[in-house]
C-alpha cells in the first residue's frame, strides 16, 4: 500500500512498510494461524514436515482469497492512479520481454531466501526462533531494497493474484507464480538436504 | 512533535518518530498502567475483558489531559509556525468536505489494524508477546508511511484533542473520534467473534 | 560521527547512527560497567538507590575522559572540516542568547525522557526489561529526529565535554550542562515519587 | 547487493541492506555453523577460546569461497555498470596512495568495534545475548553511516576477495585484508586482557 512514496526516500518507504507489515502480521497470528500468507511458505513448510497435506489446499485459497480482498480494498481507499502504481511490478516495472530473465531469477533468489529465513526461523528445531517475526520481516525489507528494480520484489503469487484479478490484467502475471514456487521448492530442498536438523534433514544424518 | 520534517525525507521522520516513541512508552509503562494512552484501546480491551469498568472513564480523563499538557507543551517549545504544521491533520490536511470519506474509512482501518495488534500482543493470552512494545510502535510506523496522506495517521482521539484545546479549532475534529473509535470497536468485535482464543471468543468454542 | 550526512536525508543519519550505537553499548556493556556514559544517568541511577555513592566519582571522571579521547580519535581520523560539523550544537546551532531558553528547555525535558526509560527499564524492578538497550537507543533517536533543530540533542555533557576540549571553545557550553543534569535529576524525582514501585518510590506506599 | 540506490537516501539504504542481512544471517544460522562469515571474526572467536584451531582453516577457506560464489552470482543477476558500483570501495573509493592512511585505519576501528559486539554478545559467558544478531546487523549498520566515505566500511576481506576474482582487480586490495584483520586481532587482545568475564581475561583476575 505505499501509494504516495516520494521519489526522493527510493525504496525505503515501500521496504519499511512491507517488511514492519510482514512481521507485525507474523508476530500476531503465529499462534492463530501458524502466519503463512504465502503459497511458497505453505508448500515448503508442508515439504519439510511443518504441516499435514489436507491443510495446504484450504492455506492457499485462503491466501488467494486474502490477496483479492486486498487488492480490492486498496482500490476502493485510494485514487485510481495511486491504486494503479500499487498494484505491482507486472504493472510497472516489467515493459518488454528482455526485463524477464533477470525477472525470474530475483524472484527465484529472493523468495529462497525469505523461505529459508521461515524454514529455519520457526520450523526446523534446531534454529528456531522467538525473534522469527522480525528475521523474515527484515528479510523482505532486504529484498526490497536490493532487488527492488529486477523484479518488483513481489515474493508472492497471491499478492499478484488481487491486482490482476481487480485489473483483469494478466500480463507478465505468471512471472511472479513461477519465480516464489520455484524459490520456496529450493530452499525446502535445501533445507532437507543441507542446512535442516537431524529430525528434518533426510542425508547425512 | 515532528516539527522539522524536511520535504525529502517523505514521511520517514514522523513516521519512525511517532512509532518509536510509541514502543518506548508501552515498553516502560505496561507494568505501571498497562501503557494504553488511546481511547479506542481502552475500550477495546474492555469490551475484551481485560480491564474493569470503573477503571474505563478516569483513563479516558488521563488520556484527554494528557493530550492537552502535550499540547501545550510542544507550544511553549516550538515557533508558532512549527507548532501549527505539528498540531495534525485537521489543521492541515483535510481542507473539503469530499476529503472526509477517505479520511475516516483511512482512520476507521488504521485504528482497527493497530488495536488488533494491542488486543492479540497483550489481551488475547495465546497471542500475548514481551515484543508487543515493538509491534504496536511498527503498526504506527507502517500507518503512518501507508496512510498519511489518507487521513494524517492519528488514530487517537486524545492527540487530535489536545491541539484542539490550545488553538480552540474544531473543524473536521469529529472526524478523529468516530474514526479511530469506530475502529477500535471492530477489532474487538473481530476479537471476540474470531481471532480472539477461547477464554475471549464468545462463539465457536 | 555522523560527519558525512547529505542534506536530503534531513536527520535520520544521525539519529539512527546515535541510537543504534547507545542501543549496543548499552547491551555489551551492561554486565561489565552498567552502561552508563552518561553523567545525568549516573546521578538519576544513584539517586534511585542504583549504585553505591563512592562510585558515582569514578564513573563521572571515566565518561569525561571517554568524551575527550572519543573527540580526539574523532579529529584523527576525519577532515578539518568534518571534524568541525561533528563537534555539536555548541559550534553549528547555537548562535544568539535568543536561541538559549528553547535549547536549555530542550535538553531537560528530552534529557528527562531518556534517563526515564534508563530508569524504568534498568532500575526499577517491576518495569526492568531485557529490551532496555533497544528502548534506551530508540529514545535517542526519536529525541534526535524530533528535537534536533531546537537544542542538537545533546543530552551528555561528557558528548559536549569532549570537543570542546579538543577545540578548547566553551562558548554555550555550560547549556549541556545544565540542560541535561537537570532532566536527569528530574526524572529521579519523577521515578522516586510516582513512577517507581513501592522500593523505590519515597510516598504513596 | 545495493545496486540501485538513489544518491538522495545517502547511505541509510546500503546501511540498512549491509546490517540487517548480517542480522538475519546470524540469527538463521548461529546453530548450524555458529554464524562467523568474516574471516576477522573466526580469528578473533579462535584467539578468545570459541572454537578448535582445526576449524578455523575450513571457517577461512569457505568464507572466501562464499564471497565468490557472491559475487558471481551478483555479476549474473545485473547490469555492468551497477555490478561494478557494487564491487565495494577498492572499485570505487579509494583512487589516491593519499586516500590510505585513513582507509586502514577506518577498516580497524570500525571491524575492531563489530569484532568486539561478536566477541561480548555471542562468545564471552557473561555478556552473552540472545539479541547478538540484532547488536551485530547495528553495528553494521552505524559503521556504514558513519564510516562509509572513510574506507567503504568492508569490514570483511572475503566480502572484498570475491570481486576481486571476479574482475581480476587486484589495486588496493590489501587495504581489505590489513584493516579487518589488525582490527578483528585488536578486538581479540581488548577482551582477553580488559574486558572478558574471569574465563577469557587471562590478567586481572
Not at 15 to 41: Q, R, T, W
Request: glycine residues 10%; aromatic residues 8%; neutral net charge.
Amino acid at each position: 500500500m505505499e501509494i504516495e512514496n516520494t521519489e526522493s526516500t527510493g525504496r525505503l518507504q515501500p521496504a519499511l512498510v512491507h517488511g514492519l507489515a510482514v512481521a507485525i502480521m507474523v508476530a500476531c497470528m503465529a499462534e492463530i494461524s501458524g502466519s503463512h500468507f504465502n503459497p511458497p511458505f505453505t508448500l515448503a513448510i508442508y515439504l519439510c514436515g511443518g504441516m499435514e497435506l489436507n491443510m495446504v489446499a484450504p492455506y492457499l485459497v485462503s491466501q488467494l482469497v486474502g490477496g483479492v480482498l486486498g487488492a480490492a480494498m486498496a482500490k476502493a481507499m485510494t485514487s485510481r492512479e495511486n491504486f494503479y502504481k500499487a498494484s505491482g511490478a507486472a504493472f510497472a516495472l516489467l515493459q518488454t520481454d528482455s526485463d524477464i530473465g533477470a525477472a525470474v531469477f530475483g524472484e527465484v533468489a529472493m523468495t529462497c531466501l525469505v523461505t529459508m529465513v521461515v524454514l529455519l526461523g520457526a520450523v526446523n528445531t534446531t534454529t528456531r526462533s522467538p525473534m522469527v517475526p522480525f528475521m523474515v520481516g527484515c528479510t523482505v525489507i532486504i529484498n526490497i531494497l536490493a532487488g527492488g528494480d529486477v523484479s518488483g520484489t513481489c515474493l508472492n503469487p497471491a499478492r499478484a493474484f488481487g491486482p490482476a484479478i481487480v485489473h483483469n490484467y494478466w500480463v507478465y502475471h505468471w512471472v511472479y507464480w513461477v519465480g516464489p514456487i520455484t524459490g520456496g521448492l529450493i530452499a525446502a530442498v535445501l533445507v532437507r538436504l543441507l542446512l535442516g536438523d537431524r529430525k528434518i534433514r533426510l542425508i547425512l544424518k
